[in-house]
């Protein structure tokens, strides 16, 4: 592959990457908003982030919330979206500069190291989010049948050991870097 065909193809990924993190929020509102989209989850086994496993093991009926409920259902939900929304844009910013064939950059290190920085914040904030959206779910049940739900499965180990490892692919992408520019100097 020449570079560049890999710029152009960085500057594509940057732009996917841009829709990716948009459609990510915008559907992850559209699920609480609209019926529509909660039932084709339920029919298809498209599965979205903590609203779809929550609401969907809860079994609540977003039909008869009340509109605060919902809007506070959205930004709980969000709130660990947007860690991962930050990433995804660490990313494209990394695509970017990889399109300006900056391949060997010190910014280049310091974008993959956000991304896995926000990989591992958007996972823990979706363990503490967890337990907050399920009582916010249930918060019109009496007494007694409020929920207080708490996850940990194998898909946060594999988030948590793949932010451990892009940490560290950027930390030896930031230390290149540095060689990079010493051998600059010397020629």
């Known amino acids: 592959m020449t570079l560049d065909r890999l710029a152009s193809y960085s500057q594509r990924m940057a732009m996917m990457t841009l829709c990716l993190l948009v459609a990510m929020l915008l559907l992850n509102a559209a699920y609480w908003l609209s019926p529509y989209v909660a039932s084709i989850d339920a029919g298809n086994g498209f599965s979205f982030s903590l609203s ?95 929920i207080v739900s708490i996850g940990f499965d194998s898909g946060n180990i594999v988030a948590l050991f793949f932010a451990a490892c892009i940490t560290v692919i950027a930390r030896i992408l930031q230390k290149a870097s540095e060689l990079h520019c010493e051998n600059q100097q010397f020629v």
Not at 93 to 107: P, V
């Open 52 to 146: 779809n496993r929550l609401i969907g093991n809860i079994g609540a009926d977003l039909n008869i919330f009340p509109w605060w409920q919902i809007a506070g259902g959205i930004v709980i939900s969000s709130v660990p979206l947007l860690a991962l929304a930050l990433g995804l844009h660490h990313l494209r910013l990394l695509f970017k500069t990889y399109g300006q064939r900056a391949y060997f950059s010190s910014i280049a290190a310091q974008h993959l190291g956000k991304m896995g920085k926000c990989v591992a914040i958007w996972t823990i904030l979706e363990l503490l989010c967890e337990p907050l959206l399920s009582y916010w779910l249930t918060l019109q049940e009496p007494v007694g049948q409020r």
